[in-house]
């Protein structure tokens, strides 16, 4: 017989806090971390997001879950922009001219950073409603992580039991 999963139950928009709200909105606008610091620096956004999803992470599972998928979601744009940043830097430190290769990477990570972009801003205004929105890829795994029910929290009547002989 296989092991069937369960979860928890989602919550209803009506049963979230207007701070839970609050929170998991705030965790789509770490995009916009690296640009109040005045950095062009991609990882800024990176660091901001994993110190957010640190401190909010136990406020609830409805926060836990947006801070997650919006962490998540960073690393792909994240990677693209700094490797950008990078080759960008290369280029003009070796004096070399800027390929059509580089131009269509940059084109790639335009619009690569506009989709993100997109998608942050209507996870950001779903949160606030206490709604969820699922991202491609991310939202699944962030939805299997926060919400599985995990064996050890099922049965909770072998803590700190004595072993059975």
């Known amino acids: 017989?296989?092991?069937?999963?369960?979860?928890?139950?989602?919550?209803?928009?009506?049963?979230?806090?207007?701070?839970?709200?609050?929170?998991?909105?705030?965790?789509?606008?770490?995009?916009?971390?690296?640009?109040?610091?005045?950095?062009?620096?991609?990882?800024?956004?990176?660091?901001?997001?994993?110190?957010?999803?640190?401190?909010?992470?136990?406020?609830?599972?409805?926060?836990?879950?947006h801070a997650l998928q919006s962490l998540l979601s960073q690393f792909?744009?994240?990677?693209?922009?700094?490797?950008?940043?990078?080759?960008?830097?290369?280029?003009?430190?070796?004096?070399?001219?800027?390929?059509?290769?580089?131009?269509?990477?940059?084109?790639m990570v335009v619009v690569a950073n506009l989709i993100y972009f997109i998608f942050s801003i209507v996870a950001a205004v779903k949160a606030r409603k206490g709604r969820f929105y699922y991202f491609l890829f991310f939202g699944k795994l962030t939805y299997d992580h926060v919400y599985r029910v995990r064996a050890e929290a099922e049965d909770m009547s072998t803590v700190n039991q004595p072993p059975k002989i």
């Open 76 to 107: 792909p744009t994240s990677i693209m922009n700094a490797a950008a940043v990078i080759w960008s830097f290369r280029i003009l430190i070796t004096e070399m001219e800027f390929s059509d290769l580089w131009k269509g990477y940059l084109i």
């Open 1 to 65: 017989m296989m092991n069937e999963v369960t979860y928890h139950q989602l919550p209803q928009p009506d049963e979230i806090s207007e701070r839970e709200k609050e929170d998991a909105m705030g965790a789509y606008l770490m995009m916009f971390a690296s640009i109040g610091a005045g950095l062009p620096l991609p990882i800024i956004n990176m660091i901001a997001a994993i110190i957010y999803y640190y401190l909010n992470r136990s406020k609830s599972l409805f926060v836990k879950f």
